[in-house]
């Protein structure tokens, strides 16, 4: 092989080529050698047998017994006499849907039962909210900011660093759900606006001029209202 | 990668026993089985999610449906094949569903176009992130089986033998698809290694 290679510079180069490909390997498993590290082996274990051992536990209690009810099992063998029967079930639960008195109903009525999917629906249409919301009293905020630093009506420093600190609170629970829907274009705005109230929240004087003309220079530079603005929209049509 | 694999090879009459105590809802069993093969799992599902959290998430997945499905285990067929084919498929099925939501979620504008206050990579750092960068988005694009031929040989470290067992398909086809996922890697970073194409 190292003669062929010797004499074929052509081969050599290509080797040599693959060799330098695959050393990049080497960066792709210290990335997996790094993030192993980070993990808990030793607990690792212990959670998930508590979680197969619940799990299995809610099996068991949902699954039907077969033994116990004989006629279910010839119901499944018969797919058409077990569709028939739905079939039955189905339109008389929807007539009794359609035509039943309206009235005060108990309880029990009051539980209903929704899909994990719809509830993921549901949950990443709050956190839409909830990041409108927050970018929407974040321009607020700055826009207080820029008014001070302008000619506009000036809002006491006191209520402006309360305001942040509010809005950086609220940050703190929204970062959970920018994260767990990847919404990774709004937490970057936010995340720029939320270093900008760090600063806000820490002074209860008013801001001396050449520090309003900073703040105010930061949002322009950054064109921040414009991608507040874009982002808004964004949330707001649900793309 | 020998520090993030197992400990030690287990005896397939071990498993297999091991396997018997788990239909029994034997703990200590199971919690063996997850020592044993944890690390394993976490690297087949990392390579192919690339990121910690996700690749947890898979390796819990894996157990616990390895909790379920225990009893189907064939025995004679290798454990570690089995059980790393669930953890591929259920990072796979992962993967999807993550570039999905991306889909559905986000916003077909890219993040760069609006600038984020971000750091600005170290000069030094620049050129090998880049490759890295470059790497990883190349063995991303490969077709799925050359990917992950690619990603149980190089990152798993498995022989060709364990890959075809995992992937149930010849070790014939297996060189096959490595060779494959090579060369097209190779044309496909020609540019940033500076070699030709």
């Given at each position: 092989m190292d003669e062929h290679l010797e004499k074929h510079l052509e081969s050599r180069a290509e080797a040599e080529a693959i060799e330098r490909l695959l050393r990049e390997t080497e960066s792709v498993r210290s990335e997996i050698r790094q993030a192993a590290a980070s993990v808990n082996w030793d607990a690792l274990p212990t959670v998930i047998a508590d979680r197969a051992l619940v799990a299995g536990d809610k099996a068991a209690r949902q699954a039907p017994d077969s033994r116990s009810w004989p006629w279910l099992a010839a119901f499944r063998m018969k797919p058409v006499l077990a569709g028939l029967a739905a079939g039955l079930v189905v339109g008389a639960a929807a007539m009794y849907l359609a035509l039943r008195t309206p009235g005060v109903r108990d309880g029990r009525d009051n539980a209903y039962y929704a899909s994990g999917e719809f509830l993921d629906r549901a949950e990443l249409e709050m956190a839409r909210r909830n990041t409108v919301d927050y970018l929407e009293k974040s321009q607020y905020v700055l826009l207080d900011v820029f008014e001070s630093a302008g000619e506009g009506p000036v809002v006491p420093a006191s209520v402006r660093s309360e305001r942040a600190r509010d809005l950086l609170q609220k940050k703190q629970y929204l970062n959970g759900q920018l994260e767990r829907f990847q919404m990774a274009k709004a937490k970057a705005i936010c995340d720029q606006i939320e270093m900008l109230f760090r600063e806000l929240a820490q002074i209860d004087d008013e801001l001396p001029a050449a520090e309003l003309g900073r703040i105010r220079g930061y949002v322009e530079e950054r064109q921040l209202f414009l991608k507040i603005n874009l982002v808004k929209k964004e949330l707001q049509s649900g793309v | 990668m020998s520090e993030v694999s197992a400990g030690r090879e287990v005896e397939a009459a071990e498993v297999a026993s091991l396997l018997e105590k788990i239909q029994e809802g034997d703990r200590e069993a199971f919690m063996t089985i997850i020592k044993l093969y944890q690390q394993k799992v976490f690297v087949m599902a990392y390579s192919i999610l690339r990121d910690r959290e996700d690749a947890l998430d898979a390796v819990q997945e894996t157990f616990l449906r390895l909790y379920q499905k225990a009893g189907l285990y064939r025995p004679g067929n290798s454990f570690q094949g089995w059980l790393l084919q669930m953890a591929k498929n259920i990072s796979i099925d992962s993967y999807r569903k993550h570039q999905r939501k991306r889909r559905d979620?986000?916003?077909?504008?890219?993040?760069?176009?609006?600038?984020?206050?971000a750091e600005p990579a170290r000069d030094g750092d620049s050129a090998s992130s880049d490759l890295r960068a470059a790497f990883a988005r190349s063995v991303d694009t490969l077709a799925e089986r050359q990917k992950l031929v690619f990603i149980m040989r190089?990152?798993?470290?498995?022989q060709f033998n364990e890959i075809s067992q995992t992937l149930k398909i010849s070790i014939g086809t297996a060189k096959s698809l490595h060779f494959k996922a090579v060369q097209n890697l190779r044309k496909r970073l020609a540019p940033v290694l500076g070699i030709e194409p």
């Open positions: - | 979620w986000e916003t077909t504008k890219p993040l760069d176009e609006i600038p984020v206050a190089h990152y798993n470290e498995l």
